[in-house]
């Protein structure tokens, strides 16, 4: 197996790293500093990005015209193409919701564990919070994201937050489902858990108690502080790499049964449909993924020169080993560095030094997990699974570079 690369000085050093001139044009002299003070420091602020930053947002999913304001069933998407890293800053988390967002007072909220448990129990926040605590980093994606199994809709303008936006990264605080199930004693017949959210969706999914007793976390935070109301706040269900409707916010109700609950959200939803006319459902786990995610669409490219071609890859089978990179639309592939850490159902940021000539090129990135599962084609996916299927999209996605410099999605 090839080691991914590394981007080590030397090759570095054997690039151009700036368009030629670029640095000699001006005349060497210390930038100008400030003379007067800067804005006095707000003792109580809860800071906000830098005013010319603020155009970094989430915005409705395309297809329609862009909409300011959703009604209380939507969906808004994360700017991936503007981020660094692998961690989703709180305020541009996407947002998927099916009734609103509620507003609900911690200090009023509970949780019901009953069905076929020893001891049925309600808790409240304060006593959840007393279970041992656990903090890992995980995506979230949401299985309607990247709309891309018919062709008719796509537009060549699309971004990276159009194509992959309903996916977040964020590092999220809770306890251990395992131990909270120790707690109201599992009986041996349960095999599935019904979870429920308060808000008034209704939303309620059968999860398989192995993944409830596996790596199943209640969460009340996320990157260090509070879930925010759209996450569901106080508490949700997290379930990594799993598809993220089954990760119920304002969870209230978790109950445990001998069978599957055969709910909306896993009947007429979040399944899907077959060449064979037979549907698929449970199709609980994120399958291998990624998305070149600078450059990419939307993006311009400037002049000639050292390009580092950067990006997005996850699993929700585990961890990703190995991320290629194409600029020829797949006939030649490079490994790309991962950056570390390179964690389990975890967005990992690749990245590849590249030397663009100014001519069109065909970027693409096609990432490998630790099962071995390779991305698929656009064409090997629609082989697969038809073209009636509506969730899990994951094929490898292709960005044109243009001989002007433009970037367009080129799926
Ligand atoms: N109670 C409740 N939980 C829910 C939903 C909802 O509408 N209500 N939406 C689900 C869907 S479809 C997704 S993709 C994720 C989105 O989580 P996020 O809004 O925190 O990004 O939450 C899931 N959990
Ligand atoms: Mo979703």
């Known amino acids: 197996m090839t080691r991914p690369g590394r981007l080590t000085r030397r090759r570095l050093a054997a690039s151009a790293l700036l368009a030629p001139g670029a640095a000699a044009a001006e005349r060497l ?3 100008p500093g400030m003379r007067e003070q800067g804005a006095p420091l707000d003792a109580t602020s809860y800071g906000l990005p830098a005013p010319t930053e603020q155009g970094v947002r989430r915005r409705s999913r395309p297809g329609r015209e862009y909409q ?3 009604g209380t069933a939507g969906s808004i998407v994360t700017p991936l193409g503007d981020l660094d890293g692998i961690v989703t800053p709180n305020g541009l988390h996407f947002i998927r ?10 200090e009023q909220h509970r949780l019901l564990v009953h069905g076929l448990v020893e001891r049925p129990l309600v808790f409240s926040m304060d006593q959840l919070r007393r279970f041992p605590t656990v903090s890992r980093l995980h995506f979230l994606e949401c299985s309607g994201n990247s709309p891309l199994y018919r062709t008719a809709r796509i537009r060549p303008d699309w971004t990276a937050q159009d194509t992959h936006g309903l996916l977040s990264c964020a590092e999220w605080t809770g306890l251990r489902l395992a131990d909270l199930l120790a707690e109201v004693g599992v009986r041996p017949e349960a095999r599935w858990m019904l979870a429920e959210g308060a808000d008034a969706a209704g939303m309620t999914r059968s999860i398989p108690v192995a993944k409830a007793l596996d790596d199943a976390m209640l969460c009340w935070a996320q990157n260090g502080e509070a879930l925010r109301p759209e996450q569901g706040y106080p508490l949700r269900l997290f379930l990594p790499g799993y598809e993220g409707n089954t990760n119920v916010k304002w969870l209230r109700r978790l109950k445990l ?12 939803r979040y399944t899907g449909l077959l060449p064979d006319g037979t549907a698929r459902q449970f199709n609980f786990t994120m399958h291998v993924k990624s998305v070149i995610t600078r450059p990419s669409g939307g993006q311009s490219m400037g002049a000639p020169g050292f390009r580092e071609i950067s990006g997005i890859a996850w699993s929700g089978f585990g961890a990703i080993r190995r991320v290629e990179v194409s600029v020829d639309g797949g006939a030649t592939w ?9 964690l389990p159902k975890c967005l990992t940021r690749f990245r590849l030094p590249w030397q663009w000539d100014g001519q069109p090129a065909l970027l693409a990135s096609r990432a490998t997990d630790e099962t071995g599962a390779v991305q698929p084609s656009r064409e090997a996916l629609l082989a697969e699974v038809g073209e009636w299927f509506t969730y899990h999209y994951n094929a490898i996605l292709a960005w044109k570079v243009t001989e002007n410099g433009t970037v367009q999605l080129a799926v």
Do not use: K, N, W, Y
């Open 97 to 106: 919701c099916h009734a609103g967002i509620p507003a609900i007072a911690p």
């Open 257 to 268: 049964a001998a069978e599957p609950f055969m709910t909306r959200e896993e009947t007429s």
């Open 29 to 31: 002299e210390v930038p």
């Open 334 to 342: 490079r490994d790309a560095a991962l950056q570390d850490p390179v």
């Open 68 to 70: 300011p304001i959703l």
